[in-house]
């Protein structure tokens, strides 16, 4: 989203996060602007129950945790890097003075906000009320315009796992499973070698 060249320029620090780490925690308060140069990270909570809720799932180039330092309030997830990964960390003030000298960078970071204010409003209307399958067929054709992914002979190949498909969408992964096999038959998603493509 920012260039590297540019965030080096007022101060970011490229830090290896290897997989399963915690980049920062829920109840924290933002210190710093991410933004990934390589690897994948996921923005996590858990239930009383212990049950895992994937806010969010961010990949190479995108930028994750804003909402939080610009409101200067605590953050609602913690960040976890989902393999291993290189970010880009640069500090609070210095991101500010970044916005202000550079107005074009500001409107990216207010259109990347907008993007997923969108994203979580459609996905939280369609998660409410609605049948796993429904639930499942909106996750993967918001997914396919919001995490950009890759299309080939067999269609878009999904980069989700199961497991992270029920937990995007507060379905059980059996339930998930089920689910996509019941798609496959209506023939509105395909499975290759494991893989799934809409």
């Known amino acids: 989203m920012i260039t590297i060249d540019l965030l080096e320029k007022y101060g970011a620090v490229k830090k290896y996060f290897p997989k399963n780490d915690v980049i920062f925690e829920e109840g924290n308060l933002p210190t710093h602007y991410y933004q990934i140069i390589s690897g994948e990270v996921k923005m996590n909570n858990y239930n009383d129950d212990g049950r895992e809720f994937i806010q969010g799932i961010?990949?190479?180039?995108?930028?994750?945790g804003?909402?939080?330092l610009f409101l200067n309030q605590k953050y609602p997830a913690s960040a976890v890097s989902v393999e291993d990964?290189?970010?880009l960390s640069l500090p609070k003030s210095n991101f500010m003075k970044l916005l202000e000298e550079n107005s074009s960078v500001s409107i990216k970071i207010i259109e990347n906000l907008a993007q997923r204010l969108y994203?979580?409003?459609v996905m939280a209307a369609e998660m409410s009320t609605q049948e796993p399958e429904h639930r499942v067929l909106k996750l993967i054709d918001h997914?396919?315009?919001y995490f950009n992914f890759k299309k080939d002979?067999?269609?878009y190949l999904i980069n989700f796992t199961r497991q992270q498909i029920g937990d995007l969408t507060g379905l059980r992964v059996e339930t998930v499973i089920r689910?996509?096999?019941a798609l496959e038959k209506k023939g509105f998603l395909k499975i290759i070698n494991r893989k799934v493509y809409r």
């Open 85 to 87: 990964a290189q970010i």
């Open 58 to 64: 961010f990949y190479k180039d995108q930028s994750f």
């Open 179 to 181: 689910t996509i096999k």
């Open 119 to 121: 994203y979580k409003s």
């Open 66 to 68: 804003e909402p939080p």
């Open 143 to 145: 997914g396919i315009a």
């Open 153 to 155: 002979e067999n269609g």
